[in-house]
């Protein structure tokens, strides 16, 4: 995307949003992918209505609206930098061997 395109872009776009919510033994997921919407580093996606609760072992799938809240040029830059840390703090996460007695 061109720099005039990000400062001439709208601000907040409507879009459709596919969801697929598992809670059963298998899987507990909760995704919610935008259709023909490129989410870029800063945005703030909302969905406009939520689904109804999900039971256990049920799964649920569907589309709703979202609402795309565009960052601008510099929250952009702020994300992609201020991510790496939060990347390299992942690292630190290991498991140990548990004895046995």
């Known amino acids: 995307?061109?720099?005039?395109?990000?400062?001439?872009a709208p601000r907040r776009i409507e879009a459709t949003c596919?969801?697929?919510i598992?809670?059963?033994?298998?899987s507990f997921h909760a995704y919610a992918v935008p259709v023909d919407v490129e989410i870029?580093?800063?945005?703030?996606?909302?969905?406009?209505q939520a689904p109804?609760?999900?039971?256990p072992g049920e799964h649920m799938t569907g589309?709703?609206?979202?609402?795309?809240?565009?960052?601008g040029p510099i929250m952009q830059a702020w994300t992609r930098a201020i991510s790496v840390f939060?990347?390299?703090?992942l690292?630190?996460?290991?498991?140990?061997?548990k004895e046995i007695p």
Request: aromatic share 10%; net charge negative.
């Open 18 to 20: 596919a969801l697929d």
């Open 91 to 97: 690292y630190e996460v290991g498991f140990e061997a």
């Open 86 to 89: 939060f990347l390299t703090s």
């Open 52 to 55: 109804a609760p999900v039971g």
């Open 40 to 48: 870029n580093p800063g945005d703030v996606v909302r969905l406009q």
């Open 1 to 8: 995307m061109s720099v005039l395109a990000r400062w001439t």
């Open 22 to 26: 598992e809670r059963s033994f298998d």
């Open 63 to 71: 589309e709703c609206r979202i609402t795309v809240q565009r960052a």
